[in-house]
């Protein structure tokens, strides 16, 4: 094939076995069905699914990385050797791999490369709702953007031959409700890839500034021949229908536009980067008026006003957050969006730490001591919201070492700082700014909340587990060995549910004028389902301080009191860790009443 000749559909085959599969489901059974031989991952939402799905087939290595930088580090390696290789991760875990992702479009591959970015336009589970479009046109390496399951399975699948038609890591886009949401897919035959083979090429694999140079004249000419390729591939279609409206679209919000304005003439792209210039002047010339309906940033809106046209888009639609039908269909009707439906008055319901949970007397202790937390990625940033509020910033993984650090250098030795991460965070991104601070001489504290999983993503495991992604057992990674081996002299590890040791070690650690780690040790009770006696409250001696009601745990409710509310606890949701009796003053709350 020559650049630019379009590409063929799949060829056919008997299986024609249909399944409902959301889309990160239907992006694993592409994987197996183009033969990929290794994948990596590391779990966030919402793309965690894909890897937890690919690891069920067993001809393929699956793994949880310890981040994405090194899962598509680890990518990259196998199809430089030959093999089919996937790399999967949320929008920001793109962030951490941007590194090798660009020079990844310098050195090209031997095999199909597919990188997986799952973005979040609303912030369902993330700290920015970034639009990862841009690093396709920043990395100038292809894009595609699936607008359903079955798409996620033929886009995918496709993906990996124009990787290795082009010589190019390939990037699909998705986003939450493409990943989330669940279509009938047909399914295919898995295909038998060749056997691996590593060929030596220094001018094409090693990026010394004397290959990169001449590499980046490779990226430009792949850049006009997928150009080329853009104009003539089905992944870009035209649907015509009343042409005094022109819809220009790609991914979920295709699904709102069909929804919206079923009658419209849509140009639905698949391949969005590079654009397809002379398909899109094709279509823009034959419509009166010319919409673009896209989430987030308006990509496609300002390249295709650089090629001459008239064109709304962010005029009519948000720059922030998701669209969705009716919202769509207003806009280009000119009204303003229908109101939400009126819903009863109910109690907000904010998300909290489960009942139970080790790191509520985590927070207790460093609110008690009046701490500066810096926080991090996880579930322990529910410890913002009141009654705990106690962590004073949320930036990105491994940023609450970086930035105690930093805020202990800009307040002096002698402030109370201390920044809080989790397990697995602190491997993905927390070991490099320890060592800073040993390095540099910091004071800061390093609390690792140590509940043996990746809790906020679904309980995955992970280096320091010594379980693999499919529950094998492995080297485990030994926390407090690695915190001693890059230089820090005082390592603690307590279990916060002896909330006094606890509170011992912090106020110890904090006091100490060099870099300091209490490693707060207790499985997630989502993992063990521990469980204790459940306590009660004794109404005679409560005085309805509502201390207890400042632990915010969901188990304590509320009744009435004698001057003011008085704390109830449910039995079917308390599970004994005795927190709350531990902050009573006076000994009102006991496994039975009275105590």
Not at 372 to 380: E, F, L
Not at 488 to 514: C, H, I, L, Y
Request: one cysteine or more.
């Amino acid at each position: 094939m020559t650049p630019g000749e379009a590409f063929p559909p799949p060829p056919a085959t008997e299986v024609t076995m249909k399944q409902l599969l959301a889309g990160n489901e239907a992006i694993a059974r592409a994987a197996l069905e183009a033969g990929v031989r290794v994948a990596a991952a590391y779990p966030g939402t919402p793309s965690t699914e894909i890897l937890e799905t690919i690891a069920t087939y067993p001809g393929i290595f699956a793994e949880w990385a310890p981040n994405e930088k090194v899962a598509l580090e680890v990518a990259l390696g196998a199809a430089m050797a030959g093999a089919r290789a996937l790399a999967a991760m949320k929008h920001v875990g793109l962030n951490v791999a941007a590194d090798p992702l660009l020079t990844a479009s310098y050195t090209g591959t031997a095999a199909g490369l597919v990188v997986i970015s799952a973005d979040d336009p609303g912030m369902h589970s993330s700290q920015n709702e970034q639009d990862n479009r841009h690093y396709a046109r920043l990395a100038k390496i292809p894009m595609l953007e699936p607008a359903d399951s079955q798409e996620c399975l033929d886009f995918t699948r496709q993906a990996f031959e124009i990787s290795e038609r082009f010589d190019t890591p390939v990037l699909v886009r998705t986003t939450t409700r493409i990943n989330h949401g669940k279509s009938p897919v047909t399914l295919g035959e898995p295909v038998t890839p060749p056997a691996p083979a590593f060929r030596r090429d220094l001018p094409k694999y090693v990026m010394v500034p004397a290959h990169a140079r001449r590499r980046h004249a490779v990226v430009e000419q792949r850049a006009l021949a997928l150009r080329e390729f853009s104009e003539t591939t089905p992944l870009n279609r035209i649907e015509w229908g009343d042409r005094s409206l022109g819809i220009i679209t790609s991914g979920v919000s295709y699904q709102y536009v069909k929804e919206a304005a079923p009658q419209a003439s849509v140009l639905k792209l698949g391949f969005t980067w590079p654009l397809p210039p002379q398909l899109i002047r094709s279509f823009a010339q034959e419509v009166k008026r010319l919409v673009v309906v896209e989430e987030l940033d308006p990509y496609l809106e300002e390249q295709v006003a650089a090629l001459g046209f008239t064109v709304e888009g962010k005029s009519l639609f948000p720059i922030l957050g998701e669209l969705e039908p009716s919202q769509v269909a207003a806009a280009l009707a000119g009204r303003q969006p229908p109101p939400p439906p009126e819903l009863p008055e109910l109690p907000g319901r904010p998300p909290v730490l489960c009942p139970g949970c080790s790191h509520r007397a985590c927070f207790h202790v460093f609110k008690k001591l009046k701490l500066i937390a810096m926080g991090d990625i996880g579930c322990y940033t529910l410890s913002v919201l009141p009654p705990l509020a106690a962590i004073d910033s949320c930036v990105c993984m491994g940023a609450s070492v970086g930035g105690a650090h930093g805020v202990s250098k800009a307040l002096g030795p002698t402030a109370r700082v201390i920044g809080v991460l989790g397990d697995s965070t602190f491997v993905h991104s927390g070991i490099t700014p320890l060592i800073d601070m040993v390095y540099n001489q910091g004071t800061a504290t390093v609390v690792i909340l140590d509940n043996g999983t990746t809790a906020m993503t679904g309980r995955q495991d992970h280096p320091a587990t010594g379980r693999t992604i499919r529950g094998e057992p492995t080297t485990r990674l030994d926390l407090e060995q690695l915190c001693r081996a890059v230089g820090v002299k005082d390592v603690q590890v307590v279990d916060p549910g002896d909330v006094p040791a606890f509170e011992a070690a912090m106020a110890s650690a904090v006091e100490r004028q060099e870099p300091s780690v209490v490693i707060a040790r207790h499985p997630c009770l989502l993992l063990t389902r521990e469980r204790g006696q459940p306590l009660v409250v004794d109404a005679a001696a409560c005085v309805e301080c509502g201390q207890c009601f400042q632990i915010g745990c969901p188990a304590i409710g509320v009744t009435e009191g004698r001057r003011r509310p008085q704390p109830v606890i449910s039995a079917e949701l308390c599970t004994g860790c005795r927190l709350c009796a531990y902050v009573c003053a006076k000994d009102a709350i006991g496994e039975k009443s009275g105590e």
